[in-house]
């Protein structure tokens, strides 16, 4: 089932090369941020199905914003689309209570893990 997804990611380049994945794939990108705060306040404002986050961000890192988007939204779906090594990455999120991480390129495990949203 097509979701709308919220797009966040500080370079432009993989902002859109996200949202051409997802779109191809028969979602709707509503939002592209660049940083967390920006993310935030989009997520209040959209209220989208999903969200792909970085996890470092200038500003507000991708870990504080999903903190404060599970603040707004306890069900809040996120995933963690990164290039940080995710077994030291796991710890950290599951203790905010996100479980998907996804290393950046790996397109087909990142529109895996939406449709399991």
Known sequence: MPKRVLVVDDSNLLRNAISRCLTRAGHEV?????????????????????VTLDVTMRGKDGITAAEEILRLDSKAFIIFYT?????????RTRRIGVRNIVKKGDEEELLRTLDAA
């Open 30 to 50: 509503v939002g592209k941020c660049h940083d967390g705060d920006e993310a935030v306040l989009f997520y209040e404002k959209l209220r989208p199905d999903a």
């Open 83 to 91: 290039l940080l090594d995710i077994p030291d990455l796991t710890a």
